[in-house]
C-alpha cells in the first residue's frame, strides 16, 4: 500500500458527491477514478471534483490498476453485484449502508471477501464521527452506570415521484433501509448485540414501501430501544442513551451532530462540543485507509458480522411488515 490511498467511486450520485467532497478533506487519500454506466455522467463527475480518469463501465472502474479500493454509491439492490464485481477483480471495498437488501446477500458478499482475503466494510458513516466516536467512550468508562433504553429517530417528509428510490421498490424504497438504518445501527453499536424480542408497526405507502415504521426492541437482559423512522414527516432526528446513573444525547441531527449532551442526577449538564472537519464522510474513509495499512480485513468499529446481524435484524422487521422486495 502506498502512501496515498487511491480511491475509485461507483456511481455518480448524491452520496457519491458527499464521499468524494469528504475525501478531499484526508492528505493520505485521493480520489483517482469514477465509473458510471455512462460516459457523460462519468466526466460530468469526474470534472466537478477533479478525479483523473472517467470510465464508461463498472468494469472498467475495477480494472484500473491505479484504484486501491472502491467507494460503492450504487441504489441498494445493486450493492451485491457491484460488490462482486470489485471483490473479483481483487479490489478491497467500502460498500454503502444499507450492505445490501438483505441478510443473505451480505452474507454472501463478506463470505467471498473472505475467501478472497480482501477488505471490506459496511460504510455506515455516522460511527466514526468525532460525537460518536466520544459516546462509545463515555460507555466504555460506565460513565451512565448500566444502560437501560436506547430512543432514537431519523425521518423526514418526501413528497417525491414515485419512481424516485425511496418509493420504488424496485430500487430497495422505502425509510427503513434508507433512514431506518440509523436507528438500528446505533442501538446495535450501544448495546453490542441484536434485539430478542422486536414489537413493530408500520404504515406501507401505496407503492408497497415503508412510509412509517416504530419499533421496539427487547435484550436478553431486559434492556430496550424505541426506534422510529418515516419518510411521511420531519422527526427530530435525535438518539439518547438511559442509564442508571445518567443519560448521554446526540442533539439533532443525531447522525452527524457535534455535540454530546452528558446528565447525570444533581450534576447538571455537560455539553461537549466536537466540531467536524470536512463533511463527515472522511472520517469513514480515514478509517478504510488505516484498515488497508495494517493489512485489516475489516474494521474493528464497523465489523462484518456486525453487519450482518443488523440485516437480519431489518430482514425480521420486513416480515412482520409483509415487505418482500421484487426479486428477493
Not at 436507528?183 to 414501501?209: C, E, N, R, W
Amino acid at each position: 500500500m502506498t502512501d496515498t490511498i487511491n480511491w475509485g467511486i461507483i456511481g455518480t450520485g448524491n452520496i457519491a458527491s458527499k464521499f468524494a467532497e469528504g475525501l478531499s478533506a484526508i492528505d493520505d487519500a485521493a480520489l483517482v477514478a469514477v465509473g458510471s454506466r455512462s460516459l457523460n455522467t462519468a466526466d460530468a463527475f469526474a470534472k466537478q471534483f477533479g478525479v483523473p480518469r472517467a470510465h464508461a463501465s463498472y468494469e472498467a472502474l475495477v480494472n484500473d490498476p491505479e484504484v486501491d479500493v472502491i467507494y460503492i454509491s450504487s441504489p441498494h439492490p445493486m450493492h451485491k453485484e457491484n460488490a462482486l464485481l470489485c471483490l473479483n477483480a481483487g479490489k478491497p471495498i467500502l460498500c454503502e449502508k444499507p450492505f445490501t437488501l438483505n441478510a443473505r446477500d451480505t452474507e454472501d458478499v463478506v463470505n467471498v471477501a473472505r475467501q478472497k482475503g480482501l477488505f471490506l466494510m459496511e460504510a455506515m458513516w455516522t460511527r466514526f464521527l468525532p460525537t460518536v466516536v466520544k459516546v462509545r467512550e463515555l460507555l466504555q468508562a460506565g460513565e451512565i452506570g448500566e444502560i437501560r433504553m436506547v430512543t432514537a429517530d431519523f425521518g423526514f417528509r418526501f413528497d417525491g415521484d414515485d419512481e424516485h428510490r425511496l418509493l420504488n421498490p424496485h430500487l430497495g424504497g422505502g425509510a427503513l433501509l434508507d433512514v431506518g438504518i440509523y436507528p438500528v445501527s446505533f442501538a446495535s453499536m450501544v448495546y453490542g448485540a441484536q434485539p430478542a424480542k422486536i414489537d413493530t408497526q408500520v404504515v406501507l405507502g401505496h407503492t408497497g414501501v415503508d412510509e412509517l415504521g416504530a419499533m421496539l426492541f427487547q435484550y436478553e437482559n431486559g434492556q430496550m430501544a424505541n426506534l422510529y423512522t418515516t419518510l411521511q414527516i420531519d422527526t427530530p432526528q435525535e438518539a439518547t442513551i438511559v442509564g442508571t446513573e445518567g443519560r448521554i444525547r446526540l442533539d439533532s441531527p443525531f447522525w452527524s451532530g457535534e455535540i454530546v449532551n452528558l446528565s447525570k442526577p444533581g450534576k447538571g449538564d455537560d455539553v461537549m462540543h466536537f466540531p467536524m472537519n470536512g463533511n463527515g464522510y472522511n472520517y469513514e474513509a480515514s478509517e478504510v485507509g488505516k484498515c488497508l495499512r495494517a493489512g485489516k480485513l475489516e474494521s474493528d468499529i464497523m465489523p462484518l458480522d456486525e453487519s450482518i446481524e443488523i440485516m437480519h435484524t431489518m430482514d425480521k422487521l420486513r416480515a412482520e411488515w409483509g415487505l418482500v422486495y421484487p426479486g428477493e
